[in-house]
């Protein structure tokens, strides 16, 4: 499950751990391990440069997880996280950190980075991409994922096209009438269960939605 939660808190924390049936939690906009608590049976991932917002994934402790011993610690914002041996779980939240960059430009210099990876493993990428879907030949982040390979969950399982989707994962500044499709989870296996949640779902914690993926 991928949530961005729009300013940590530590219920929406426990929302998410509310969820037993999930494995592993992204967390874009997630605090550090000084501002939130992980409850035991979880390992907690964290990287940000600042403490009360930076990107998480917690993960249940009946799975060997580790930071992948190749994770590139200048390519902030990305956490390749090695799952039972077999899965590559590469959480992603592009993040400006200067007037120069753009979110497609850094979300592709992490897809290049790790592409020899991304090949060898079972691999799920996901997160708050903060990229609008468009038409899939007019976004170069699109373009590489089908060029390698790996589909979009949700557009996979509910048969919709990239661009076209019928309900969004983001209200920019919490308006239904600002809303835009910015969260995937791009994978190369098979996609056994997919879930968008509604805003009210969530109870509208964020003006994100969580969207839940089972490979």
């Known amino acids: 499950m991928s949530y961005n939660i729009s300013w940590c808190k530590q219920e929406k924390i426990?929302?998410?751990?509310?969820?037993?049936?999930?494995?592993?939690?992204?967390?874009?906009?997630?605090?550090?391990?000084?501002?939130?608590?992980?409850?035991?049976?979880?390992?907690?991932?964290?990287?940000?440069?600042?403490?009360t917002k930076g990107l998480g994934v917690i993960i249940g402790e009946e799975h060997k997880c580790e930071l992948a011993d190749w994770y590139d610690k200048d390519l902030r914002y990305a956490l390749p996280i090695i799952i039972d041996e077999k899965y590559l779980l590469l959480a992603i939240w592009p993040t400006k950190r200067n007037r120069t960059d753009s979110y497609i430009d850094i979300c592709l210099s992490i897809l290049k980075a790790y592409k020899c990876e991304i090949a060898r493993y079972t691999t799920v990428i996901i997160g708050d991409y903060n990229i609008i879907s468009n038409s899939k030949n007019s976004n170069p982040v699109f373009q590489w994922m089908n060029d390698h390979n790996l589909s979009s969950a949700h557009h996979s399982f509910c048969k919709e096209e990239i661009g076209k989707e019928q309900r969004p994962t983001y209200y920019h500044q919490y308006k239904e009438s600002a809303p835009f499709f910015i969260d995937y989870a791009f994978t190369n296996a098979e996609v056994k269960d997919y879930k968008l949640y509604s805003w009210d779902e969530s109870d509208r914690m964020s003006d994100h939605v969580p969207l839940m993926v089972e490979i």
């Not at 751990?17 to 964290?46: M, T």
Request: negative net charge; hydrophobic residues 40%; proline residues 5%.
């Open 14 to 51: 426990d929302w998410l751990l509310e969820h037993q049936d999930i494995d592993a939690f992204v967390i874009p906009e997630c605090g550090n391990s000084e501002n939130i608590i992980v409850p035991k049976g979880y390992r907690f991932f964290w990287t940000g440069d600042f403490a």
